[in-house]
C-alpha cells in the first residue's frame, strides 16, 4: 500500500525531504504545500540580488513546482497555507488561493514551516518603510525600495547574518548605511576579540556603527522614517530593513498534541520525529543538539535543513537514519575580509561552565615567500584533553578551507593532536608546508603538554595581574613602533644575555607579535626558573581591543590604511 505524504514548506528541509522520499519510494503520493508563491529559492543570495551582484532574479529560484512535478511526481502546491493540523483524523486544513479552504488526509507528514522575521511591539513599527528579508517577495520589495533614486539612506536594526550583508550590499548600492545592534558587538557567533575586526572592515567601508543600543520608537514622517534609540539618539532615514532575528513560525500547532520548546520551536528527536505518530519536522523551526556542548538549541543554518530534510524522508521510506546534532558551522563575507567559525565560542561555553583553553595563531594563507600571502588570525579553543569544542578565523584568504578542516576533525570526534598529524594539501600558492590548522594544533599541543602557559588579551583584561611584569619580547624597533602601555622590552634574541634583569619572584606575562617568538621566549624563561604565561596571539590579537565602537563611528577615507602597530595599545 503506497503511503501519502504531506509537505508543509519547502525551501531547504521540506523541498529536500520530498525529493530524497521520491527517490527512496516511487509509490508514494507527495504533495508539498507552500504558502508563498516559491518553493525553492536561494535565501542566503537575496542580499546579493539587491545589491545586484547577483544580476538575474531567476538564479534565485532553485525549484519551481512545475520542474518538481516533471522530475520528481510531487504535488506542489504553492499560495496553500496549512492553517491547522488534526493528528487523532489524520487531516490537515489548508487554506488555498484557489482552493479556499478544504482538508487534505495524511499517513506522515513532514513539517517545514520555517521561521518567520521578529517584529517587536515597538511603536511605529507597521510603518511602510520598515521592511524585512525572509523570501522572494520580501526581496522584490526591498528592491523596488532601494532602486528609486529618492533613496539615499538606510538603517540596518540588527547585526546578525542577515543585517550585515545587507548593510554591506546596500552601500555597494550607494545609500548611506547605518548599522544598529542593541548588543555590545555584531555576529554572535563570533567572540567579541574576532567580531571587533569584522566591525572595523564594516566601518573603514563606510558603514556607520551604533552598537549597544537599541531602538526605542519609530516615528514616521511624510518623506523618511526616525529611529529613537534608548539612549535618545535619533536617526533620521529612507528605508529600515528590520533584521534582529527570527521566530518559528510554528502558531498553527499550538493546539495539537505536538511538543514545542520554550521559544516555539518543534521538539524532535534525532530520526526528526515529533513524538507524534506519522508527525516528522525539520528545518528553522525545530530545536536540534548541540553537537559539541549536547544541549538543545536552535541554529536556523541551510545545510543543517537539508540534511534533516533527507533524514526524516530516509524514516519515512523504513531506513533506520539519525541526525547527530548541529554544529553551527558558519561563513559570512563583508567587503575584503572573511569570519567563519564552527563549534561553541567562548560565550556559550562560559553560559554552561564548560572548562575550555584558548589559543590564537596568525599564519598567513599560503607560503610567505609565494606573492599575496594574506594573514589568518584563527581562534582555537578547546578542553585539556584536546577535544576541540569550537574555532573561529578571520582573513581574507584561505579562511574557509581552515575551518571547513577543523569542522570536520570536530564531526569526527578528533582532538587537538589530529590537527597536529593532518597531512593536508601544500603548494607555495596554496598552503605551507605546515598548515595554519597544524600550526593551531602544535600551539594547543604545547598549552596541554605543559610547555607553554598562555593568557588570552581578553583573560588579561579580565584578570588581577597588576603585579605582573608585561615583558614585549619584540624588536626595539617593533617596540617603538607600538607597544602595550606598561610593557618592558626585551627581545627574545637578546634575553639569555639579559634574563638577570628579571625578578623570578615575580609572574611574567609576555608577549611578541603573533605568538611565536613568545613561545620561544617561555621556554628560556620556564627553564630557568620563571613564571612566565605567553599572551596568545601576541601584540596582533591584542592590538584589536584598542577598537572598541560605543558610540556611532563612521570612517574617514583613510582608515582602510591604518596599521594597527602604530599605536600604543591601553589595555590596562
Known amino acids: 500500500m503506497s503511503k501519502k505524504v504531506l509537505i508543509v514548506g519547502g525551501v531547504a ?3 529536500s525531504a520530498a525529493a530524497r522520499l521520491r527517490r527512496l519510494d516511487e509509490s508514494a503520493e507527495i504533495i508539498m504545500f507552500e504558502r508563498d508563491e516559491h518553493i525553492s529559492f536561494a535565501n542566503c543570495g537575496l542580499p546579493y540580488y539587491i545589491g545586484e551582484t547577483i544580476k538575474d532574479r531567476e538564479d534565485l529560484l532553485i525549484q519551481t513546482p512545475e520542474s518538481m512535478k516533471s522530475r520528481f511526481n510531487i504535488d506542489v502546491r504553492v499560495n496553500s497555507e496549512v492553517t491547522q493540523l488534526d493528528t487523532k483524523k489524520k487531516v490537515v486544513k489548508v487554506n488555498s488561493q484557489n482552493k479556499g479552504m478544504y ?4 499517513d506522515y507528514i513532514v513539517l517545514s514551516p520555517g521561521a518567520k522575521a521578529i517584529r517587536p511591539n515597538i511603536e511605529g513599527i507597521n510603518s511602510n518603510r520598515i521592511l524585512t528579508l525572509r523570501n522572494i517577495a520580501d526581496t522584490d520589495r526591498i528592491k523596488e525600495y532601494v532602486d528609486k533614486k529618492d533613496v539615499t539612506s538606510a538603517v540596518v536594526i540588527g547585526g546578525g547574518y542577515v543585517g550585515v550583508e545587507m548593510a554591506e550590499n546596500l552601500i555597494e548600492r550607494g545609500l548611506h548605511v547605518t548599522l544598529v545592534e542593541a548588543a555590545p558587538h555584531i555576529l554572535a557567533p563570533f567572540d567579541s576579540d574576532i567580531s571587533v575586526l569584522l566591525e572595523k ?7 556607520e556603527l551604533v552598537l549597544n543600543d537599541g531602538v526605542k520608537a519609530f516615528k514616521d514622517n511624510d518623506t523618511s522614517v526616525e529611529i529613537v534609540l534608548n539612549s535618545e539618539k535619533v536617526i533620521s532615514t529612507d528605508l529600515i ?11 498553527f500547532l499550538k493546539d495539537t498534541e505536538i511538543k514545542l520548546g520554550a521559544r516555539g520551536h518543534i521538539l524532535v528527536n534525532d530520526k526528526m520525529e515529533t513524538g507524534v505518530d506519522g508527525i516528522y519536522a525539520v528545518g528553522d523551526a ?6 559539541v556542548n549536547a544541549q538543545n538549541t536552535a541554529i536556523p543554518l541551510a545545510g543543517p535543513a537539508n540534511k534533516q530534510g533527507r533524514i526524516a524522508a530516509d524514516n519515512i521510506a523504513g531506513l533506520d537514519t539519525a541526525y547527530k546534532g548541529t554544529q ?6 563583508i567587503f575584503n575580509l572573511i569570519g567563519a567559525n564552527t563549534g561553541n565560542n567562548e560565550r556559550t561555553l562560559k553560559r554552561l561552565n564548560i572548562p575550555y ?6 599564519p598567513v594563507s599560503h607560503a610567505s615567500y609565494y606573492p599575496g600571502a594574506q594573514q589568518i588570525t584563527l581562534k582555537l579553543l578547546f578542553n585539556d584533553k584536546g577535544s576541540i569544542l569550537g574555532a573561529q578565523a578571520i582573513g581574507s584568504e584561505g579562511v574557509d578551507k581552515r575551518i571547513d578542516v577543523i569542522a570536520t576533525v570536530i564531526r569526527l570526534r578528533g582532538t587537538i593532536y589530529d590537527l597536529t598529524e593532518l597531512e593536508l594539501c601544500y603548494a607555495p600558492p596554496f598552503s605551507s608546508a605546515k598548515d595554519p590548522v597544524n600550526m593551531a594544533g602544535f600551539v594547543a599541543q604545547n598549552v596541554i603538554e605543559g610547555r607553554m602557559d598562555v593568557i588570552s588579551p581578553e583573560q588579561y583584561l579580565e584578570s588581577t595581574n597588576g603585579d605582573a611584569l608585561l615583558l614585549d619580547v619584540r624588536t626595539v624597533a617593533e617596540f617603538e613602533k607600538g607597544h602595550i602601555e606598561g610593557a618592558v622590552n626585551i627581545p627574545v634574541d637578546s634575553l639569555r644575555e639579559r634574563i638577570g634583569e628579571l625578578d623570578k619572584n615575580k609572574d611574567i606575562i609576555e608577549y611578541c607579535q603573533v605568538g611565536l617568538r613568545g613561545y620561544i621566549a617561555a621556554r628560556i624563561l620556564n627553564q630557568n626558573g620563571f613564571k612566565v604565561k605567553n599572551m596568545t596571539g601576541g601584540y596582533k590579537s591584542a592590538s584589536t581591543l584598542k577598537f572598541k565602537i560605543n558610540k556611532t ?6 582608515d582602510k590604511q591604518i596599521d594597527p602597530d602604530t599605536q600604543t595599545v591601553k589595555i590596562k
Open 286 to 291: 525545530i530545536e536540534v543538539i548541540d553537537f
Open 357 to 362: 583553553k584558548v589559543i590564537f595563531v596568525h
Open 241 to 251: 530593513i528590520l533584521a534582529i532575528g527570527v521566530m518559528p513560525d510554528t502558531a
Open 553 to 558: 563611528v563612521k570612517a574617514a577615507p583613510s
Open 13 to 15: 528541509g521540506g523541498a
Open 328 to 333: 553551527g558551522t558558519s561563513i559570512i563575507k
Open 201 to 207: 572592515e564594516l566601518a573603514a567601508n563606510g558603514i
Open 103 to 106: 482538508e487534505e488526509s495524511y
